[in-house]
C-alpha cells in the first residue's frame, strides 16, 4: 500500500495536508475521502486505509480546520465556523482529490460532526461527489436523545457554547471533550442543537432547503448503543434529505461504538461494498 501527503490550500489561504493511501489499482476504481468527527485528527482513521485499499478503492485523509496538519491554530482571536469550513476547505479537498483520480468517482465518508458539514457541502454543491458515506452523524438537536440524556445535550452544548464566547475558544483538551475549537464551531454547534437547524453564521444560503432539495445516493450507519449518536438522532439529519436514495444501517454489535467502529471495520466495508455500484466495485 502506497501512502503520501499532499497539501491543500483553501480558497480563502487556509492550507492543510491530505493523506492518500492507494495501491495499483484501475483508473476508475473508487476514492472514499474521509473528514473526521469534531477534534478527532485525521492520523485516527489510518486503522481504514488498509481495509478499504485491498477492496480496490482508494482512501484519502484530510484534517477539519484547526486540527492536526491544518496551519490554522486554534486560540483566542482566530475565528472561523462551519461556513469556512463547508465552503472553503470541504470544496479543496474535494476538488484536489478529483485532480489525483480524474477517473475515479468521489465518496465522502464524514464521520459525526464530518459528516454533518459533508451533507451541508454537497446538498450546496449536489453532484460534486458521487455519493456520501455518514457515520455515526447525527442531527445533534437536543430532542434527538432519550431523556434524561436529552436535557444533558441541550444543557450541555449551550455550556460549551458560552465557554467559547467567554474565552474565545474552546479548551477541549482540557475539558476533556474534542479538542480544540473555535468559538464560532461552538457557536453554530449549540445553535444547531437548540433548534434543529443548521444555519451557520455568515451563511447565504438556506441549509435547511438545500437539504430537502438534495437528490443523491447517502448509505448512512448508526450503532445501537452510541449514546454520543443514537440512531434516531442520526435518522433525524436523514429525515431533513427527504428527496436522497437513502440507505440506513445500524448496527448492534457491542465492540462498534461512536469511535470504535475505525479498529473494527470489517462490518461497514463490507455494506459500502453491497452499497456501491456494481461497476465501482
Given at each position: 500500500?502506497?501512502?503520501?501527503?499532499?497539501?491543500?490550500?483553501?480558497?480563502?489561504?487556509?492550507?492543510?495536508?491530505?493523506?492518500?493511501?492507494?495501491?495499483?489499482?484501475?483508473?476508475?476504481?473508487?476514492?472514499?475521502?474521509?473528514?473526521?468527527?469534531?477534534?478527532?485528527?485525521?492520523?485516527?482513521?489510518?486503522?481504514?486505509?488498509?481495509?478499504?485499499?485491498?477492496?480496490?478503492?482508494?482512501?484519502?485523509?484530510?484534517?477539519?480546520?484547526?486540527?492536526?496538519?491544518?496551519?490554522?491554530?486554534?486560540?483566542?482571536?482566530?475565528?472561523?465556523?462551519?461556513?469556512?469550513?463547508?465552503?472553503?476547505?470541504?470544496?479543496?479537498?474535494?476538488?484536489?482529490?478529483?485532480?489525483?483520480?480524474?477517473?475515479?468517482?468521489?465518496?465522502?465518508?464524514?464521520?459525526?460532526?464530518?459528516?454533518?458539514?459533508?451533507?451541508?457541502?454537497?446538498?450546496?454543491?449536489?453532484?460534486?461527489?458521487?455519493?456520501?458515506?455518514?457515520?455515526?452523524?447525527?442531527?445533534?438537536?437536543?430532542?434527538?436523545?432519550?431523556?434524561?440524556?436529552?436535557?444533558?445535550?441541550?444543557?450541555?452544548?449551550?455550556?460549551?457554547?458560552?465557554?467559547?464566547?467567554?474565552?474565545?475558544?474552546?479548551?477541549?483538551?482540557?475539558?476533556?471533550?474534542?479538542?480544540?475549537?473555535?468559538?464560532?464551531?461552538?457557536?453554530?454547534?449549540?445553535?444547531?442543537?437548540?433548534?434543529?437547524?443548521?444555519?451557520?453564521q455568515g451563511a447565504s444560503v438556506d441549509y435547511e432547503r438545500l437539504l430537502a432539495e438534495l437528490e443523491a445516493p447517502i448509505l448512512a450507519f448508526s450503532f445501537e448503543?452510541?449514546?454520543?449518536?443514537?440512531?434516531?438522532?442520526?435518522?433525524?439529519?436523514?429525515?431533513?434529505?427527504?428527496?436522497?436514495?437513502?440507505?440506513?444501517?445500524?448496527?448492534?454489535?457491542?465492540?462498534?461504538?461512536?469511535?470504535?467502529?475505525?479498529?473494527?471495520?470489517?462490518?461497514?466495508?463490507?455494506?459500502?461494498?453491497?452499497?456501491?455500484?456494481?461497476?465501482?466495485?
Amino acid at each position: 500500500m502506497k501512502q503520501e501527503q499532499i497539501d491543500v490550500t483553501a480558497a480563502d489561504g487556509a492550507s492543510s495536508r491530505i493523506t492518500v493511501f492507494t495501491d495499483d489499482h484501475a483508473p476508475d476504481s473508487p476514492v472514499l475521502v474521509c473528514m473526521p468527527a469534531m477534534g478527532t485528527a485525521a492520523r485516527f482513521y489510518e486503522p481504514l486505509a488498509g481495509p478499504i485499499v485491498r477492496e480496490g478503492w482508494r482512501f484519502v485523509t484530510a484534517d477539519l480546520r484547526g486540527v492536526g496538519t491544518s496551519a490554522v491554530r486554534v486560540k483566542r482571536g482566530v475565528g472561523f465556523g462551519y461556513r469556512e469550513m463547508v465552503e472553503s476547505d470541504w470544496p479543496a479537498v474535494v476538488q484536489k482529490t478529483q485532480s489525483l483520480f480524474p477517473r475515479a468517482p468521489v465518496y465522502l465518508l464524514g464521520h459525526s460532526l464530518g459528516g454533518q458539514l459533508s451533507a451541508l457541502y454537497l446538498a450546496e454543491n449536489p453532484g460534486a461527489v458521487a455519493g456520501l458515506i455518514l457515520v455515526a452523524a447525527p442531527s445533534v438537536h437536543w430532542r434527538g436523545w432519550d431523556t434524561p440524556l436529552n436535557a444533558g445535550v441541550l444543557a450541555g452544548t449551550q455550556v460549551a457554547c458560552a465557554v467559547a464566547a467567554l474565552l474565545g475558544y474552546f479548551p477541549g483538551r482540557k475539558l476533556g471533550f474534542g479538542g480544540n475549537e473555535a468559538r464560532g464551531v461552538m457557536r453554530d454547534w449549540a445553535r444547531q442543537a437548540r433548534t434543529g437547524r443548521y444555519e451557520p453564521q455568515g451563511a447565504s444560503v438556506d441549509y435547511e432547503r438545500l437539504l430537502a432539495e438534495l437528490e443523491a445516493p447517502i448509505l448512512a450507519f448508526s450503532f445501537e448503543d452510541d449514546f454520543l449518536s443514537p440512531p434516531r438522532a442520526v435518522g433525524n439529519l436523514l429525515a431533513k434529505m427527504r428527496r436522497a436514495r437513502i440507505t440506513h444501517v445500524t448496527l448492534a454489535d457491542v465492540a462498534l461504538d461512536h469511535f470504535r467502529w475505525v479498529r473494527n471495520p470489517d462490518a461497514l466495508v463490507g455494506k459500502i461494498r453491497e452499497w456501491l455500484p456494481s461497476d465501482n466495485v
